[in-house]
């Protein structure tokens, strides 16, 4: 059984800090995905990560992929109030004609203002 | 833009009653997914469809059955619900090619007691 294993799970700071989420497994993905998850909503996908090594930005989040594509860390620079939610990450595998998504069980991040 | 359509969005059931989640996409992909969300645990995957016509398990099928209606309906029914039962349910919609986004629906809150 293929595990994803997110920390922290709960994270809360203050507005403009830096923070690191990690995700980690014993097995490999042909890709991994983050996603961010609203109250009373489902994931929405932030990126897609398929190369190891590979490093994606997007405004001030920051998402690397590890070299044996085992593992992957969100970095979110000068936090805002407008980033709490949960980020979940999910290894991208293989099912019969459809896509197999493993999910972390999430960390669940509050910005305090 | 509709995308992925769940409804109900909330359901209180007694043990043993049975209901069913219905879910429609209107993006016209050929894979459907159905999750549940508890805490901790991120989503796993109950049921998927990766195409009108084929149904097969995920990771926890036991107490579920689906049917996918045609390319833009999935369904999934809980026979005589269970107070385990009592979770998150989301549905999911993806073109077939890995990696790709799979785009969530927004929830469906379910209580057995």
């Not at chain 1, 009373?40 to 398929?50: A, D, K, N, Q």
């Not at chain 2, 993006?27 to 195409?51: E, K, V």
């Not at chain 2, 149904?55 to 005589?80: A, C, H, M, Q």
Request: proline share 4%; charged share 15%; net charge positive.
């Amino acid at each position: 059984t293929q595990l994803l294993e997110q920390s922290p799970q709960f994270l809360s700071i203050q507005e403009g800090e830096n923070l690191t989420v990690y995700c980690n497994s014993s097995s490999v993905f042909s890709s991994l995905q983050w996603y961010r998850q609203e109250p009373g909503e489902g994931p929405v996908l932030l990126v897609t990560v398929v190369t190891g090594g590979e490093v994606k930005k997007l405004k001030r989040l920051t998402f690397q992929f590890g070299d044996a594509r085992k593992d992957s860390s969100l970095h979110i620079t000068a936090a805002q109030p407008g980033d709490t939610g949960l980020y979940l990450c999910a290894g991208v595998g293989h099912l019969r004609g459809a896509q197999k998504l493993v999910f972390g069980q999430g960390t669940r991040l509050t910005i305090n203002p | 833009n509709a995308g992925v359509t769940q409804t109900p969005k909330f359901q209180v059931l007694k043990t043993g009653q049975s209901m069913t989640l219905q879910c429609a996409q209107d993006m016209n992909h050929n894979s459907m997914y159905w999750y549940r969300q508890d805490p901790g645990m991120g989503l796993r995957l109950i049921y998927y469809s990766a195409s009108e016509g084929t149904t097969d398990k995920g990771e926890v099928p036991n107490g579920y059955n689906v049917s996918r209606l045609n390319k833009r309906e999935f369904s999934l029914r809980l026979e005589s619900a269970a107070p385990s039962q009592t979770s998150v349910y989301f549905c999911a919609s993806s073109v077939i090619r890995a990696g790709n986004t799979i785009y969530f629906g927004e929830g469906s809150w379910l209580t057995v007691v």
